[in-house]
């Protein structure tokens, strides 16, 4: 540990359970020295096991939808009043796609679903985003990051809808994170993450192949959730203050590879 969040203080979004990566990104931000309001939407705090994150991270919870911009605002407004002051870090850990979970294919998208998937999954980060910045409560070189994929900038089968949504993610942090730079310093990044065994990530067709897939054409091969939330703290931390309006790879160097030998190899061999 190396006390790189000492008296930092942070909201960490979608903890569901032991495998989500804000549980691993809420553990080492804790294990970093971080004070931590951890939040989901109610149902989500009644399933899932977020009691128990709170307890080893000395964190508080707080019910909110982050499609509701009321609940967004009195989210807010406790934190700052639990941390008596300015926030320092947020993390939108937020994915859901309705077309995905009814296995509705891209082609046939219905676009109720879509809406909902787009709100929540993209536009709940610009309102959070929106009540941050209009309420003045982000310290001055704060961070504020968002996990995406690689589907937003490339097409992949299975991930449907939720590839335009990410997208859109990542489009909404470079637009904040220009407004947020110039108002308080504040940085705002996307991290494009590996597949991920996740109750999400477990949501999306085909996810075992895409998993084992990106496993050998990543040079480093995926990374986890663990490696994942080790990136994320380095964006909370100072050390990484000159970087923002970024989609950043964290992927094994996946976005970067053409073809790899293993791949070339088993090819030859037919496979
Ligand atoms: N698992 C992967 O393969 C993978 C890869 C790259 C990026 N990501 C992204 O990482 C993020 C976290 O997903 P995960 O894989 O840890 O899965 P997860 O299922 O553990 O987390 C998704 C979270 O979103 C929350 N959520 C859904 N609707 C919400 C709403 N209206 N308001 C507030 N929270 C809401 C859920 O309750 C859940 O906690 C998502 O943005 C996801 O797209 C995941």
Known sequence: MYGLLNNKKGIIFGALNDRSIAWKVAQRAHEEGASI????????LRLGQIQSLAEACSAKVVAADATNMDDLARLVDEST???GGKIDFVLHSIGMSPNI???IPYEDTNYTFFQKTLDISAISFHKVMNVL???DVMARGGSIVALTYIAGERAFPGYGDMADAKAMLESVARNFGLKFARKCGVRVNTVSQSP?????GEGVAGMSEMYRYADRFSPLGNASAEDCA???VSLF???TRKVTMQ?????GGFSATGLTEEVLEAFSRGV
């Open 37 to 44: 309001v951890l939040t989901n939407t109610p149902v989500s």
């Open 81 to 83: 009043e639990y941390f």
């Open 101 to 103: 979970r009814k296995s």
């Open 133 to 135: 910045y209009n309420r």
């Open 196 to 200: 991920t065994l996740t109750t999400a």
């Open 230 to 232: 080790d990136y994320v």
């Open 237 to 239: 931390s100072d050390l």
């Open 247 to 251: 989609n950043l790879y964290h992927d």
